[in-house]
C-alpha cells in the first residue's frame, strides 16, 4: 500500500528537516524538477490518494463495519474532532453539519466510554451553534455535493435514535431534500451517475443493477455502505454484496490513514488525478518541457484512450463530465495532440457549461476550464467571458463554487479563462492586495503553499504577458520566498487543509502537490 508519492520522502527519519527554513539553501530547479518528475510518475495510482473522510468513515462504521472491527476507525473519529465539537474543516462552517452529525451517529452507536459519550454531546451543542449558516432562501453554490439528500437523512436517523438534533433549522434544506427525492424516486437509475453516488440520501431497495465496475455504488464508500445495509439478510443479493465489501476493502487504499474501515470521499479518482496534476503543469507553461516529456505523454496516452463520444470522467467506471472533458481536451491540445473540441458543446449553455446532466446548480470553475479548453482551440468565447466577468463579487473576486472552497482556486482559474489582462484589472489588483505579509495567499486566517501556488501561477502567466510589470514581479519574489521556507518534502501530512468539495471536503494530496511543485518550478526557471 502506497502511503507516500516520492520513495525518496518516505519518513521524516530519511528525510530530515520537513520545513525548510530562511538560512537553508533554497531548493534549486533541477531539485524541484525532480520531485515533480516522481511526482508526476505516481498520478493516478491506487486509484489516486486522498485524504480521509470523516463523513464516509462515519457511514461505513455504522452501516457496513469492517469484518476487522471498529475500535481503530472510532479512535481515528474521535482524533479528528475540534475544540469547537465539530469536525471538518473549521474554514469553511456550512460543510461541517454533515460529517458531524454523521461523526456522532457512529460514536452514538460504536462509543464504548465516557469520551465517546462526550465527543456524542460536543457535536450536538456544535450543531446548534450552526443554526445562523442555514438561514438562507437561496442554496449557496458552494453546499457539499447531495447535501439537500444526506444530511436530512442523518437528521432522520438521529430522531429515531433519540438524539436531541435540532431538525428546523434545517428546515430549507429538508424541503430542497423532500422536492429533490422525488423527483429520483420517480426516474430510473443507472450504475456510476450523480444521483446514485448520492443514493445513502435517497435510496431504499438495493438495486443490484447499481452496482458499477469498481464493485462499488457510485463510486462512494457511504452510497456503498448504506447499500450493503439495506441488503441485509437478502441471501439473493450476496454476490452483489461481496463485491460491495471488495469494494469498501480496496478503498481504503485510496486514503491517507491504513485503518481498516476509514476511507475517503470517493474512490477511484484516478484519471482526474492524472487531468489536474498536468493542469498545472499546463497552467505553468510546463507541460510541453523537454525534460518531462516522457511521463506527461505516458499520461496523455491513457487520457486519450480513455475518452468517449460523451468526453471522460474522473474515473473509468462514472459517467463523463463537462470539467474532466474540458481539462483533458486543453492539455491534449496544448500538447499539439488530436482532439475534438466540439465535444464541449453537449455541455454548453448560454451563459454556463454543466458539469453533469440536471445538476442544480452550474459550476464557476467548470464554466472556466471549458472556456480555457476553447481559447485554447480558437474558438470564440465571448459570450461566456461576458457571463464570467458578471459573476464577480463586489470586491472583483470569485468567491463561491460547487467543486473548491478557496476563492484563490476559483478566482484564478477563471482569470486563465478570461484572458484579457485589462477586462480583469481590478480582479489583479485585488489579488495582489490579498497577498500577505510572509508572501503567500489564503482563504483563511493564514496562507497555505497550494492556494499561494494558485495565485503564483496566474500572476506568472500574466507577468509573461507583460501585466502589471513590476508589482507582479515583487508579488512573485515574496511569493517564491514563501514557498522555499514552507516547502515540505511529505507530500501528504495532517496539515495540508481539505479545500475540495465532493460529499465532503477532502485533499487530494498528488493534485495539490502538482500545483504546488509546478509554480516553485516555473518561478525558478524563470529567476535563471
Known amino acids: 500500500m502506497v502511503r507516500s508519492m516520492l520513495a525518496r ?13 530562511d538560512a537553508m539553501t533554497p531548493l534549486t530547479a533541477t ?36 469484518e476487522e472491527g471498529v475500535d481503530a476507525a472510532v479512535q481515528w473519529l474521535l482524533g479528528q474532532q475540534h475544540e469547537d465539537g465539530g469536525w471538518d474543516n473549521p474554514k469553511v462552517p456550512q460543510a461541517r453539519d454533515t460529517p458531524t452529525l454523521a461523526a456522532v451517529l457512529a460514536l452514538h452507536v460504536h462509543g464504548k466510554d465516557e469520551r465517546a459519550r462526550r465527543a456524542v454531546e460536543r457535536g450536538l451543542e456544535f450543531l446548534r ?29 438521529a430522531v429515531a435514535l433519540g438524539l436531541e438534533v435540532p431538525v428546523d433549522q434545517y428546515a430549507a434544506l429538508c424541503e430542497m431534500g423532500r422536492r429533490r427525492r422525488e423527483k429520483l424516486l420517480r426516474m430510473k437509475h443507472y450504475p456510476g451517475t450523480p444521483p446514485v453516488h448520492s443514493w445513502e440520501g435517497w435510496g431504499t431497495e438495493p438495486d443490484p443493477a447499481l452496482i458499477d465496475a469498481s464493485g462499488g455504488v457510485g463510486l462512494s464508500p457511504a452510497a456503498t455502505a448504506a447499500w450493503l445495509h439495506a441488503a441485509r439478510g437478502r441471501p439473493e443479493l450476496e454476490q452483489a454484496c461481496s463485491s460491495a465489501r471488495r469494494y469498501l476493502k480496496n478503498a481504503e487504499v485510496g486514503s491517507d490513514a491504513g485503518i481498516p474501515g476509514v476511507v475517503p470521499p470517493s474512490w ?33 496516452d491513457k487520457l486519450s484512450a480513455a475518452f468517449t463520444p460523451r468526453g471522460i470522467g474522473f474515473t473509468d467506471y462514472f459517467m ?22 466540439g465535444l464541449l458543446d453537449q455541455y454548453a449553455r448560454e451563459e454556463h457549461f454543466i458539469t453533469y446532466p440536471g445538476e442544480s446548480n452550474p459550476s464557476l ?38 467543486w ?111 500545483f504546488e511543485l509546478s509554480a516553485m518550478l516555473a518561478l525558478a526557471l524563470s529567476a535563471r
Open 9 to 21: 520522502t518516505l519518513s521524516p527519519e530519511q528525510n530530515p528537516s520537513p520545513q525548510r527554513g
Open 31 to 66: 531539485d524541484i524538477l525532480a520531485e515533480l518528475r516522481a511526482l508526476l510518475g505516481e498520478l493516478g495510482r491506487h486509484g489516486g490518494l486522498q485524504s480521509s473522510s470523516v463523513y464516509d468513515t462515519a457511514q461505513v462504521m455504522r452501516l457496513a463495519p469492517p
Open 129 to 157: 451553534r450552526q443554526r445562523p449558516f442555514w438561514a438562507w432562501t437561496q442554496p449557496p453554490d458552494d453546499l457539499l455535493v447531495g447535501v439537500e439528500l444526506t444530511l436530512p437523512r442523518l437528521l432522520e436517523d
Open 268 to 300: 477511484p479518482i484516478n484519471w482526474m488525478e492524472q487531468e489536474w496534476g498536468l493542469l498545472a503543469l499546463m497552467c505553468a507553461g510546463l507541460l510541453n518541457h523537454p525534460e518531462l516529456a516522457d511521463v506527461v505523454n505516458s499520461h496523455l
Open 320 to 341: 463523463p463530465d463537462a470539467d474532466c472533458t474540458a481539462v483533458t481536451l486543453a492539455l491534449l491540445i496544448t500538447a499539439g495532440r488530436p482532439a475534438d473540441i
Open 365 to 402: 470553475t467548470t464554466t472556466a476550464h471549458a472556456v480555457m479548453a476553447l481559447n485554447i482551440a480558437g474558438r470564440d468565447t465571448s459570450r461566456w467571458v461576458d457571463a464570467l466577468l458578471r459573476k464577480r463579487d463586489e470586491d472583483n473576486l470569485w468567491r463561491r463554487d460547487k
Open 404 to 514: 473548491q472552497t478557496s476563492w484563490l482556486y476559483t478566482t484564478t482559474h477563471v482569470m486563465f479563462a478570461i484572458a484579457q489582462p485589462t477586462a480583469m484589472r481590478s480582479s489583479i489588483e485585488t489579488l495582489l492586495r490579498n497577498q500577505r505579509e510572509d508572501g503567500g495567499w489564503g482563504a483563511g486566517n493564514q496562507a497555505t503553499s497550494v492556494e499561494t501556488a494558485f495565485a503564483v501561477l496566474v500572476l506568472h502567466w500574466l507577468r509573461d504577458k507583460g501585466v502589471e510589470q513590476e508589482a507582479i514581479h515583487g508579488a512573485l519574489q515574496r511569493a517564491q520566498r514563501y514557498l522555499q521556507r514552507n516547502y515540505d518534502p511529505r507530500p501528504s501530512t495532517p496539515e495540508r487543509e481539505p479545500l475540495w468539495i465532493s460529499k465532503a471536503l477532502y485533499c487530494p494530496y498528488r493534485m495539490d502537490r502538482a
